[in-house]
């Protein structure tokens, strides 16, 4: 079992920045798929940035140049920086760890983008 716990969320003015983190137990961290996914009210919730056990990355298309995904296998935890925020980034934003069948998620950390 993995648990994972996000941090990071708050309010911030369109174009501004927030770093999320998220802090997994175990100690298989480093095997694991990490990626993070974000619910809007009234939307299914949607993949915005992967990192697999190897270092590599994929982005939603609505993220890239924006938003950058990282890890730090010492740590325990992957990060999401966001750049250049808008109101459409609005939303609970949950970590999510992926090793052969098992699938774990985070209990989320609100953004919200607003002047």
């Known amino acids: 079992q993995v648990q994972l716990v996000e941090s990071g969320g708050g309010l911030v003015q369109p174009g501004g920045s927030l770093r999320l983190s998220c802090v997994a137990s175990?100690?298989?961290?480093?095997?694991?798929?990490m990626g993070w996914y974000r619910q809007a009210p009234g939307k299914q919730r949607e993949l915005v940035a992967v990192?697999?056990?190897?270092?590599?990355?994929n982005y939603a298309d609505s993220v890239k140049g924006r938003f950058t995904i990282s890890r730090d296998n010492a740590k325990n935890t992957v990060y999401l920086q966001m750049n250049s925020l808008k109101p459409e980034d609005t939303a609970v934003y949950y970590c999510?760890?992926?090793?052969?069948?098992?699938?774990?998620w985070g209990q989320g950390t609100q953004v919200t983008v607003s002047s």
């Open positions: 999510n760890a992926k090793l052969y069948i098992n699938t774990y």
């Open positions: 990192i697999s056990s190897t270092g590599s990355t």
């Open positions: 175990g100690s298989m961290f480093s095997g694991y798929a």
